[in-house]
């Protein structure tokens, strides 16, 4: 049990990163594009990064994106940290195959995580939120999304003391089924709690008002920078 | 001799949000003291608490805990459950401390992992709810009583295994007069005992050591006479 | 099991991108409640993923979730529940590819949470715990499978079926024993929801499921190479180095068109690097809104 609560605290720190990622970061220039411009690219990205196998081409989008991101101001480093382990997993899976099919491959894969990283670095969640209904996203799908970014912070914390609760009064040695079950029924007192709680948020989402994603969709000057180079880069792409 | 109980060690703990839980704090937890932590909201007594319980490590410092490292994976996780048997821990919101069914499983949860003979399980429960006076909610639902009796609860399904060393976290907040007179009288029996409390009429009757916290830092340890000093309390936020 | 970007090729993608916009559509459309509910509950099940339970033998796994929202909030509002937390995932987090968004969902929180939900209904009369540990086990098992189907058919990963759905099945069969006690943990605490389910919708979804596979492989079937052939030809490698597996000895040569890659690539990216620049400087002097 006592496992359970330490892991829950340790494997948090890496996610609440990515909550406060935009308070790390100071604004760079692609924090100011327009979101559905950047959404859009990273789609196109994405896909001329995944449907290649020319090492050339891969290569030179990968660090095209790389010298965007540079030249933005994003810390490089940091961005590969968070991207490097899946692509290393699957070229070592497909290193029987062949090698510069698994080099490549990988690469690929590390190219598409990259530019997805890029997107959620720069892009605050509610603008991400605004650029789905934009596109005509369901609207309860947006909602939905929305209430659950805000609240799980809040509900975190909920499991954690859930937990702590139960490792309170843990006064025998448990083995891992036990870990599991009583785990299991923490888990189960915080759903409980969850479900209460949805019953409250929806009274005081009555109370209040739903969140709206109005923006001025206008586009600036900077986006027509980030188209630009975003045509150049798909332009030489398709040239290689 | 007296026993250490809690020893501290420039210990500091910071939530994965990076909220400031507690920062820097050495201080020692004795045998049969009564101790009071003072501090407004946010100050970091609910997290000193889980500290001093053991329910938390420190993400830096040092801490034992009836001798125990807390940072020796292995003989840590090896006595925990001695240690646990001796803490008693009460949180401040008996919501996120009672998660059994009824009422009796709840008072019977952790006697029933103690492998206790039946009649001391039987004579054990029967004190408590008397004392408690619980007859009656035996076997409703915790989550349906009042805030009044989820507290006193609570309280006595810790106090049913006679912990020797007790934690409480804002015992009389949101409770009547007469829970607030029993807690009273739980506070005066011979263990050693941590309230985190801001009601500072509670202190007075009860505490020998004042701890006051602010900002998860300790600002002064001392005497009955740290709740007679109304400039600091009114400074740091307590009235 | 998030596939990310780069292993489905986008036939796959888009067959199963639109094998998810009609369940889930069936599912935004059956659902009368406030999304707050399942919201929270997405939340919920998101925070429980943080937890890593241990397994024997010094590993752990974490809890996917999907049986166990369909059993808490039925199928429509657990399949979209579980759609929330895959597409935050997806755009907070960069888990699970923007291209294979449709596979994950599918896979997730139209599997899982189906499958899972009908298991636990079908065993609920014997013994609800049981019934909520086969739901956990198998719709765990089940997404794997189609999550195996999905990448060996896919013409960029070069594994096939044969390996792909047995590794998948195996090593989630064992893990899904961890996700069927927790489920019948949680489920035994937790009062499950009653759903009426129309017959029509059930066999509608239900033949999707099945069907699956039969899709991807029809979708495949477009413009159909053999994915070894089809990797060889796009690598403009021999056919037969592919098969020896190992680069051959006579490397040097071999890495040469990939060194002058390189190099071509450096240069360009200095080149975009440069233009990057000097926009970024000539829109600063001229526009005061950035």
Same mark, same amino acid.
């Given at each position: 049990m006592y496992e359970l609560t330490e892991k829950i605290l340790k494997e948090s720190v890496k996610y609440f990163q990515n909550f406060f990622i935009h308070e790390y970061y100071k604004k760079s220039f692609l924090h100011f594009v327009d979101v559905r411009i950047k959404f859009l690219t990273a789609l196109i990205f994405v896909m001329l990064a995944v449907t290649t196998f020319n090492f050339e081409k891969v290569l030179f989008l990968l660090f095209s994106i790389l010298a965007i991101a540079k030249a933005a101001g994003i810390d490089i480093k940091n961005l590969i940290r968070r991207s490097y382990l899946f692509p290393a997993f699957s070229f070592i899976v497909l290193i029987p195959t062949n090698l510069s099919y698994a080099a490549i491959f990988s690469l690929r894969v590390f190219t598409a995580i990259i530019i997805l990283q890029l997107l959620v670095i720069t892009t605050p969640f509610n603008e991400i939120c605004a650029a789905l209904r934009y596109f005509k996203f369901p609207r309860s799908l947006v909602e939905s999304m929305w209430i659950s970014y805000r609240y799980i912070l809040s509900l975190f914390f909920d499991l954690l003391t859930t937990l702590i609760a139960r490792e309170s009064r843990r006064v025998s040695k448990i083995g891992y089924l036990d870990v599991w079950k009583k785990g299991g029924k923490a888990v189960g007192t915080f759903f409980l709690k969850s479900i209460e709680k949805s019953e409250k948020v929806e009274l005081a989402i009555l109370a209040r008002g739903k969140a709206v994603w109005k923006k001025d969709w206008k586009i600036k000057s900077n986006d027509l920078v980030f188209l630009a180079i975003v045509a150049f880069v798909v332009f030489w792409w398709w040239l290689i | 001799m007296v026993d250490l109980i809690v020893e501290m060690q420039n210990v500091s703990f910071i939530y994965p949000d990076g909220t400031v839980g507690v920062k820097n704090v050495t201080l020692n937890v004795l045998e049969k003291d009564k101790i009071a932590l003072i501090g407004p909201s946010g100050s970091g007594k609910t997290t000193l608490i889980f500290l001093m319980a053991a329910l938390i490590k420190p993400t830096s410092g040092n801490l034992k805990v009836f001798g125990i490292d807390v940072n020796n994976n292995k003989n840590f996780s090896k006595n925990i459950e001695k240690i646990r048997r001796k803490i008693g821990v009460v949180f401040q919101n008996p919501d996120d401390f009672l998660f059994n069914p009824t009422v009796r499983d709840e008072l019977l949860y952790v006697p029933l992992q103690l492998n206790w003979k039946d009649d001391l399980v039987k004579s054990r429960f029967e004190r408590v709810v008397k004392d408690f006076g619980v007859e009656n909610i035996l076997d409703k639902p915790p989550f349906r009583l009042s805030m009044g009796e989820k507290k006193k609860i609570a309280i006595a399904s810790v106090m049913i295994y006679e912990p020797e060393f007790l934690l409480l976290d804002e015992p009389t907040a949101n409770v009547d007069g007469k829970i607030r007179r029993f807690v009273l009288d739980l506070l005066k029996r011979d263990k050693t005992i941590v309230v985190a409390t801001h009601d500072v009429e509670l202190v007075k009757k009860f505490a020998e050591k004042v701890i006051v916290l602010e900002k998860g830092e300790v600002v002064s340890i001392g005497g009955l006479e740290l709740v007679e000093d109304l400039e600091l309390l009114e400074r740091i936020g307590i009235i | 099991m998030h596939i990310p970007d780069g292993f489905l090729d986008l036939y796959i993608a888009t067959t199963m991108f639109l094998l998810s916009f009609i369940v889930v559509g069936i599912s935004i459309l059956k659902v009368k409640a406030i999304p707050q509910k399942f919201g929270i509950i997405a939340a919920a099940i998101f925070v429980a993923q943080m937890l890593d339970w241990p397994i024997p033998g010094g590993t752990s796994a974490h809890f996917m979730g999907g049986s166990l929202a369909g059993i808490l909030l039925g199928p429509y509002a657990g399949c979209l529940a579980m759609t929330t937390v895959l597409l935050i995932q997806t755009l907070v987090f960069a888990d699970g590819g923007l291209t294979a968004i449709g596979a994950n969902v &599918? @896979?997730?929180? !139209? !599997? @899982? !949470?189906?499958?899972?939900? &009908?298991i636990y209904k079908g065993f609920e009369r014997f013994n609800r715990k049981l019934a909520a540990f086969l739901a956990g086990w198998l719709g765990v098992t089940a997404a794997a499978i189609f999550c195996g189907i999905e990448i060996g058919l896919s013409k960029y990963f070069v594994y096939g079926l044969t390996i792909t759905v047995p590794i998948m099945a195996i090593w989630h069969a064992v893990l899904g024993i961890v996700e069927g006690t927790i489920t019948a943990s949680v489920a035994s605490v937790v009062k499950p929801v009653e759903v009426v389910q129309s017959k029509t919708s059930i066999a509608l979804i239900a033949t999707l499921i099945a069907l699956t596979p039969l899709f991807a492989y029809a979708a495949e079937l477009v413009g159909y190479r053999e994915p070894l052939d089809f990797v060889a030809d796009k690598l403009e490698l021999e056919g037969e180095m592919i098969y020896k597996g190992i680069i051959p000895e006579y490397t040097i040569p071999g890495l040469d068109p990939y060194f002058s890659a390189l190099i071509s690539a450096i240069i360009g990216t200095f080149v975009v690097f440069s233009i990057v620049k000097l926009c970024m400087n000539l829109q600063k002097k001229y526009s005061k809104s950035l």
């Open positions: - | - | &599918w @896979n997730m929180a !139209v !599997v @899982n !949470v189906f499958l899972g939900y &009908w």
